[in-house]
């Protein structure tokens, strides 16, 4: 079975500082694809990023860098110097095999304080 | 890049009454629409995945005889909420996927109260 886990559940920052939340995933397909998601209070889900199973390469965006490491099971996620606008829930997610289903982990909130 | 228009965004209804929310792709064509719920400060939850053209198939403890999913077209999924409760209540988002270009698109959601 498929299974995703953030086990950070809040994390509070002041502003400019560099934050990472966690994700550890479980999966017995040989493909699969790694997404993060932002989620503002409004509930729209926020395409970040997308991620298959055979690209180990780290990627940054701007401010976002993922770290995905296939050794530790791992696909995590950095913002450098967060600002307010960063506050929001952010969601780890899997899909993979035959169904196509996407999981979520269970999400980290992020604050970010003035 | 692709659309997905869910409506409505929020709805307000009385108990016992059904309710109708719509998810269409509007520039793609959706293999697969997912539909999930999120109740507060939690994390979103598959209910059940559906193909156009056959029967949705539901995820383990959700009442498929509640939660009733049409998929009629390749742009068009809808869930019906019927005899709705105020346990009912919850926010409720549509993905479509086309298993391609574009992956999973989300819509905007529908926050629903049940009263």
């Known amino acids: 079975a498929q299974k995703v886990t953030q086990a950070q559940t809040e994390i509070s920052v002041v502003e400019k500082e560099d934050v990472t939340l966690d994700c550890v995933y479980e999966?017995?397909?040989?493909?699969?694809?790694l997404f993060w998601y932002k989620q503002p209070p409004s509930g729209e889900l926020v395409f970040l990023i997308r991620?298959?199973?055979?690209?180990?390469q780290n990627e940054i965006s701007g401010r976002y860098s993922w770290n995905f490491q296939k050794s530790t099971s791992s696909f995590n996620f950095t913002i450098t110097a967060s600002q307010v606008v960063d506050s929001a829930v952010y969601f780890c997610?899997?899909?993979?095999?035959?169904?196509?289903?996407?999981?979520f982990g269970t999400g980290t909130r992020l604050q970010v304080f003035p | 890049g692709a659309v997905v228009s869910q409506h409505p965004s929020r709805v307000i209804c009385k108990s016992g009454t059904s309710v109708k929310i719509e998810c269409r792709s509007l520039?793609?064509?959706?293999?697969?629409m997912f539909w999930y719920r999120q109740f507060p400060k939690q994390s979103l939850m598959l209910m059940a995945t559906?193909?156009?053209?056959?029967?949705?198939?539901?995820e383990q403890g959700v009442e498929k005889d509640k939660f009733l999913i049409n998929h009629a077209s390749l742009t068009l999924s809808t869930l019906t909420v019927t005899s709705a409760h105020p346990e009912d209540s919850s926010f409720y988002i549509c993905?479509?996927?086309?298993?391609?270009?574009?992956?999973?698109?989300f819509g905007s959601g529908t926050r629903l109260t049940v009263v």
């Open positions: 993905s479509a996927s086309d298993r391609g270009v574009y992956g999973y698109t």
């Open positions: 999966t017995r397909d040989t493909t699969y694809y």
């Open positions: 991620r298959n199973s055979f690209d180990e």
């Open positions: 997610a899997l899909s993979g095999g035959d169904t196509d289903k996407l999981i």
């Open positions: 520039d793609f064509q959706a293999t697969t």
């Open positions: 559906s193909n156009e053209g056959s029967k949705a198939t539901y």
